[in-house]
């Protein structure tokens, strides 16, 4: 028994290895494409042209939520489904995205209206057809993840990234204007439905059926109302600021915004779209589960902890390089904004273990918590203090709040685990970060002068020296052995 249960766990870390080398192959690559398109299009447009196109893409989410409702996940997790209840869920999909994405096409005129901008309407109408494949997209590419075939959906993104950011700096450069800014997320939808659908092919119906959807309901109906409650907690920040600050400032809250999100994103999506199908086989053994999770927490509080200190001091090197120098005014933002990076890498690999422990609706309990949280502290920092720094404090305060009840939920409510050894696991990285900041702190107070490119140069290779020399002297990891091994290959 013992030796089954060794080989179990022998075989579910090497798929998950296995997924995580492939995503972040591709993710680490994409990194460096997002940059140089983001890099190119921030010098040909405007800030508060961005800030329109923000205000479209943050519509267009939460229309997404009702085509989705919590399908995806739901197919992922339920391993009784045959290929008549798929092609059955996939034709709600298809009809759902139809409904939704004609719905969006006609609330154009009366959005752009309550924002008061000309060019919205026609932002919005484009920006329906991405509605549109997104929702045609559901089903197969749920059905890759639960195949575990992370090498192709790796690859696929990154060509499908690299399509489409190129062909939005062709647009921009050919005239088309602000309607560039709308083609990378249209014809990535497309692209990845065409793709997907290759793989998995499915048979469209002209009537879904009911016995199919119940499958899966019990689990997506939370998923559903999460990814609701998860919306309007991620983006009420920018729906309020387009309506009530500048769209300037919009503009200049939303590239710090987003360029913090990316190291974010480029690590907790290598590892969380991996988790749910992997760890769904331990539905059944919560203890294996917590376990499981536990090795991932501690890793990836290792790689965050000390890049939110990085990012921290170098944000204004980050956001002059990439977006110019008109771009100033996000520098205080993103700084504090990238103190959150850390929990949030941890935090967002939460959802994968509620859904592998098929607990969506203390998910979605734990997601009205934070949602209380959060729209109050938005609140505060857009009417009481009405600034984009204020509104980035607020934010930072009210994630790590959340951090804190979304794991006690996790552990001592969903698991039945005790959260010592969750808490223990942030020692050692607490302490590498500590030595980062040492060189960081240092380069940042003594060179303020040095050119942009070599002031993040010299951070860089002081904090990388230290973060490495710490992981060695400490023994989390023989880093020394390994190389020396590898030159004796």
């Given at each position: 028994a013992l030796e089954k249960v060794a080989r179990t766990m022998s075989g579910i870390r090497k798929q998950l290895i296995s997924g995580v080398l492939y995503t972040s192959v591709a993710k680490y690559t994409g990194i460096f494409v997002s940059l140089v398109v983001t890099g190119v299009l921030a010098r040909i447009f405007t800030p508060a042209q961005?800030?329109?196109?923000?205000?479209?893409?943050?519509?267009?989410?939460?229309?997404?939520?009702?085509?989705?409702?919590?399908?995806?996940?739901?197919?992922?997790?339920?391993?009784?489904?045959?290929?008549?209840?798929?092609?059955?869920?996939?034709?709600?999909?298809?009809?759902?995205?139809?409904?939704v994405s004609l719905l969006f096409f006609a609330c154009a005129e009366p959005i752009a209206a309550y924002y008061r901008s000309d060019v919205l309407a026609g932002l919005c109408r484009v920006l329906a057809l991405n509605l549109l494949f997104s929702a045609f997209n559901i089903v197969p590419n749920a059905l890759l993840y639960k195949a575990k075939r992370f090498r192709f959906i790796a690859f696929r993104s990154l060509g499908v990234q690299i399509a489409g950011g190129a062909a939005a700096i062709a647009a921009a450069y050919s005239g088309a204007g602000i309607y560039a800014l709308t083609i990378n997320p249209v014809l990535s939808s497309l692209l990845l439905f065409g793709i997907n659908y290759r793989q998995q092919p499915l048979r469209l119906r002209l009537r879904p059926s009911a016995a199919a959807l119940r499958k899966v309901f019990s689990f997506s109906a939370y998923q559903f109302c999460f990814n609701l409650i998860n919306y309007f907690t991620r983006n009420l920040d920018k729906l309020l600021m387009g309506r009530f600050m500048p769209k300037s400032a919009l503009g200049y809250y939303d590239k710090s915004y987003r360029l913090m999100m990316l190291p974010l994103q480029n690590?907790?999506?290598?590892?969380?779209?991996?988790?749910?199908?992997?760890?769904?086989?331990?539905?059944?053994?919560?203890?294996?589960?917590?376990?499981?999770?536990?090795?991932?927490?501690?890793?990836?509080?290792?790689?965050?902890?000390?890049?939110?200190?990085?990012?921290?001091?170098?944000?204004?090197?980050?956001?002059?390089?990439?977006?110019?120098?008109?771009?100033?005014?996000?520098?205080?933002?993103?700084r504090i904004l990238s103190l959150s990076v850390g929990i949030q890498i941890v935090l967002s690999t939460s959802g994968p273990i509620f859904q592998a422990a098929d607990a969506t609706r203390m998910m979605f309990v734990s997601g009205v918590l934070s949602a209380v949280v959060t729209v109050g502290a938005i609140l505060v920092g857009i009417f009481a203090a009405g600034t984009i720094e204020a509104v980035a404090w607020c934010i930072l305060a009210s994630l790590a709040v959340n951090f804190i009840q979304c794991f006690y939920l996790l552990f001592r409510r969903t698991l039945r685990v005790p959260w010592g050894g969750f808490w223990r696991s942030f020692l050692s990285p607490l302490a590498a970060t500590a030595c980062v900041c040492l060189p960081l702190a240092a380069v940042h107070g003594l060179f303020p002068a040095l050119p942009l490119l070599a002031s993040l140069a010299l951070k860089c290779a002081g904090a990388g020296v230290v973060y490495l020399a710490y992981i060695q002297l400490s023994g989390e990891f023989d880093l020394w052995n390994k190389v020396k091994a590898k030159f004796r290959r």
């Open positions: 961005f800030g329109d196109v923000a205000v479209a893409t943050v519509l267009i989410t939460f229309f997404a939520i009702f085509s989705d409702i919590g399908i995806g996940p739901a197919i992922i997790q339920r391993k009784e489904l045959d290929a008549d209840d798929l092609d059955r869920i996939f034709s709600f999909t298809v009809w759902t995205g139809v409904t690590i907790t999506y290598v590892v969380s779209p991996v988790m749910h199908p992997i760890f769904s086989d331990f539905q059944h053994d919560l203890r294996k589960l917590a376990d499981s999770y536990l090795k991932v927490v501690r890793f990836l509080a290792f790689v965050g902890l000390p890049l939110s200190a990085g990012l921290f001091f170098t944000g204004r090197e980050l956001v002059l390089l990439v977006f110019g120098g008109q771009w100033e005014p996000s520098v205080a933002a993103f």
